[in-house]
């Protein structure tokens, strides 16, 4: 029974994304206008709690038009204000502009309350000076200050309101206003003191539920830089270890190139005869040179392998080790069809490792990410280059599931080899759905481009 891996948290936003993808439609670009329910002019939402929520809350337009009605209607019908359309104005164009522009919102919202304060003539049953109309625009453009400007600005906002309420509390008890027309002002009370209470109450939990946002927006796009700083670290590590892992083959096969010639300058006078002595003195000279290269190289070594690395002395494979690869992935349920060409018998020692590191790491990533597919493999030789394409079909239906993890290093280091002996790599997939690795490298003038590089 085959046991069901737990997808990872990016794969987890990565499918909630994918409805994302589609192509926004007029419709829902129009809505990002008028509700807050994405950025505007992007249509790229869905209905969510938040989105529900924003239809109330700053920047919405149909909730904007519908405290304009009520405002309109109750400061006209109910408060005896006969221009009330311009503090209904006022507070429904204070939902709409809180969303972009906080504080200005919240000067007419105020704008709005002091109206009501100057201008109205209730009964004793009436809100003031506060009215429903202005509390909701009051509550949304605090709300807004919180989630999109500094603390302080919410905290002046919220005590600019306190002092305008406190002055109309302070009006009434001094008998300088008097709004209710009603009854006499010494039998009504004060009809300010709970009004501006409960305004206050609920404004200050406004500004925390804005200002708790606002920290939970900092807190996510803290952690998202985080992550994108650890993976780009990660791919650098990857990197950095992939060519660590290069040098240290390079160096055994430079250290059997400088060993040969260790040895060959040192019995050069043995060897040949009626040598000079400045003849000898050279040799001499270039076996001292090359022993002195060759420790160098090996103290390097030892800084570039790791602890379990350290005896690692196997001399490094090449194409003839290719027929025990194909072999080796087609008896872990992969067919490969393999077909090597004649190659010139002088092959370098890197193009060699390189062509079998890249056939080895495409047929890694079919086993991986295409378990079962066929497979083929071909490395020819045509003129002076050397050409190693892999070519994989999609994986059969109902066959082994592709492995969704991988260490990111595959076509990273095969195009870092092929760099390195001046060819080219070229991957991608295929129209029926498999993947196809294309490597080029070069046989001719290789001095020009090691000297080139």
């Known amino acids: 029974m085959k046991s069901k891996t737990k997808p990872t948290k990016p794969e987890r936003r990565a499918r909630r994304a994918k409805p994302e993808l589609t192509e926004p439609g007029p419709v829902r670009t129009l809505i990002s206008y008028l509700i807050p329910a994405a950025p505007v002019g992007n249509g790229t939402w869905r209905w969510r709690f938040t989105t529900t929520l924003a239809i109330f809350g700053p920047g919405s337009v149909p909730f904007g038009l519908l405290l304009f009605a009520i405002e309109n209607q109750v400061l006209q019908a109910d408060y005896g204000i006969a221009w009330s359309a311009l503090p209904a104005a006022a507070t429904g164009a204070a939902v709409v502009l809180a969303r972009f522009r906080p504080l200005e919102a919240w000067a007419l919202v105020l704008a709005s309350f002091l109206a009501t304060v100057f201008g109205a003539s209730i009964s004793q049953w009436e809100p003031w ?5 202005n509390l909701f625009a009051f509550l949304v453009a605090l709300f807004a200050i919180g989630r999109d400007r500094r603390a302080w600005y919410g905290v002046l906002a919220w005590l600019s309101y306190l002092l305008a309420a406190l002055f109309a509390v302070w009006s009434v008890n001094a008998h300088r ?9 010494a039998v ?3 009809p300010a003191s709970d009004n501006i209470l409960l305004g206050a109450m609920l404004g200050a939990l406004a500004f925390l539920i804005g200002f708790t946002v606002r920290i939970w927006r900092q807190g996510r796009e803290r952690v998202a830089e985080e992550e994108r700083v650890a993976e780009t670290e990660r791919h650098q590590r990857r990197l950095l270890e992939e060519r660590t892992r290069i040098a240290r083959e390079l160096h055994d096969i430079v250290a059997h190139h400088m060993s040969v010639i260790t040895v060959q300058s040192s019995t050069a006078e043995y060897r040949l005869a009626d040598l000079t002595e400045e003849a000898k003195a050279e040799f001499r000279s270039i076996s001292g040179q090359a022993r002195e290269s060759l420790a160098e190289m090996r103290r390097l070594l030892g800084v570039l392998r790791s602890e379990d690395e350290a005896g690692a002395r196997e001399p490094q494979p090449g194409p003839e080790a290719l027929q025990g690869l194909a072999e080796a992935v087609e008896r872990a349920g992969t067919p490969v069809s393999l077909e090597v060409g004649a190659l010139p018998e002088d092959l370098p020692e890197t193009v060699a490792l390189t062509v079998f590191r890249v056939v080895q790491e495409a047929l890694s990533n079919v086993v991986r990410h295409a378990p079962g597919a066929q497979a083929v493999a071909e490395v020819r030789t045509a003129n002076g280059r050397i ?14 599931a592709p492995d969704p993890h991988g260490s990111g290093l595959g076509l990273v280091g095969m195009r870092e080899r092929v760099t390195l002996d001046g060819g080219t ?3 991608g997939p295929t129209a029926d759905g498999g993947f196809r690795v294309h490597a080029v490298l070069p046989l001719e003038d290789r001095s020009t481009i090691e000297e080139s590089q």
Do not use: I, K, R
């Open 188 to 190: 009504v009370p004060n």
């Open 425 to 427: 790599v070229e991957t």
């Open 387 to 400: 050409t190693v394409t892999v070519v994989n079909g999609p994986p059969p239906e109902g066959g082994v």
């Open 177 to 185: 206003l008097d709004p209710v027309a009603e009854s006499p002002y």
């Open 129 to 133: 000076p506060l009215t429903s109309a």
